[in-house]
C-alpha cells in the first residue's frame, strides 16, 4: 500500500490533460503521446498488481466472435476469439454485434499497435461503411471491470462519442488508469492473445504525433490508403459468431 500511494502523484502528473487529435479530422484517439502512456501503463500496473484483480467472475451469456488475422509480423495467420460480455457493457456489446452481423469487421486493419499498451482497430476499409457507422455513436457504459491485459474496449473522444474502434488491453500488468478515464471494457480475448502480440508494431504512433496512419485518412479513403502507404499492417480476414 505504502507503494501505492507512492506512485499515485506519477499517475496524476502524467494523465492530468490527455491530449486529442485535432477535431477536424475527427479521429478517434487513447492519448497523444505513446510514450507517456506506456509509462503511465507500468506504473498503474505495479499498483494494480498490489491491490489484486477487479475482475468479477465471466457469465456465459455472451457470445464468442472469432477474428481470422492475416498479415502477422512474422508473415503468418491466426485467430483470435473475443468473449462479449454484455453483463459488463450492454450498450457497447450491442454495438459490436450489429457491427459483426454487418461484416463491418471484414478486412479491417490493425493501425495503431503499441506494444505493451494497446492495439487498435475498428475503421472500415470502405468509406462508405465507415460514414455509415461513424455518424451513429452510442451513450456510454459504465466501468464496471478493469482494463486488464485482454480485455476490448471501445475508443472514444469524449463523453457519449463510441462508434467503430476499439482496442485490446496488451500490457501484461493491465491498463487499470484507464478506467477512471470512462474505458469500459465490453469483453475479453479467450483465445489468441499469442497472435494479437503479432500484429505489426513497426508504424508505431499514427500521425501527427507519430509516423503510423493518418486516422483521418483512413476515415477518408479506406484501405486504398493504408494498402498503399503502410502495406505491413495486420487485418482481419473474416468475423464470425461462433
Not at 28 to 52: E, K, M, Y
Not at 61 to 75: A, Q, R
Request: charged content about 20%.
Amino acid at each position: 500500500m505504502k507503494l501505492l500511494i507512492a506512485l499515485l502523484p506519477a499517475l496524476a502528473c502524467a494523465f492530468q490533460k490527455p491530449g486529442v487529435l485535432p477535431v477536424a479530422e475527427r479521429s478517434t484517439t487513447l492519448f497523444s503521446t505513446a510514450r507517456r502512456d506506456i509509462l503511465a501503463a507500468s506504473v498503474a500496473g505495479a499498483a494494480a498488481s498490489i491491490l489484486g484483480s477487479s475482475q468479477p467472475a465471466s457469465a456465459d451469456d455472451g457470445k464468442v466472435i472469432e477474428f481470422t488475422m492475416n498479415n502477422l509480423s512474422d508473415g503468418s495467420s491466426g485467430v483470435v476469439q473475443i468473449k462479449l460480455h454484455p453483463e459488463w457493457a450492454p450498450k457497447g456489446v450491442a454495438r459490436f454485434e450489429d457491427l459483426t452481423n454487418d461484416n463491418f469487421w471484414k478486412g479491417c486493419r490493425i493501425f495503431r499497435v503499441l506494444p505493451g499498451f494497446v492495439a487498435q482497430f475498428g475503421i472500415s476499409g470502405d468509406p462508405k461503411v465507415q460514414a455509415k457507422w461513424r455518424s451513429s455513436s452510442i451513450s456510454d457504459d459504465p466501468v464496471k471491470v478493469s482494463n486488464d491485459r485482454g480485455t476490448v474496449v471501445f475508443a472514444t473522444s469524449g463523453t457519449n462519442t463510441r462508434t467503430t474502434q476499439l482496442f485490446i488491453n496488451t500490457n501484461k500488468s493491465g491498463n487499470g488508469f484507464l478506467d477512471k478515464q470512462g474505458f469500459s471494457p465490453i469483453g475479453e480475448v479467450i483465445q489468441g492473445m499469442d497472435v494479437v502480440d503479432k500484429f505489426y508494431s513497426g508504424y508505431g504512433e499514427g500521425a501527427p504525433s507519430g509516423k503510423g496512419p493518418n486516422q483521418g485518412l483512413i476515415q477518408a479513403k479506406g484501405n486504398e490508403y493504408l494498402e498503399s502507404s503502410y502495406p505491413n499492417l495486420s487485418y482481419i480476414a473474416e468475423a464470425k459468431t461462433l
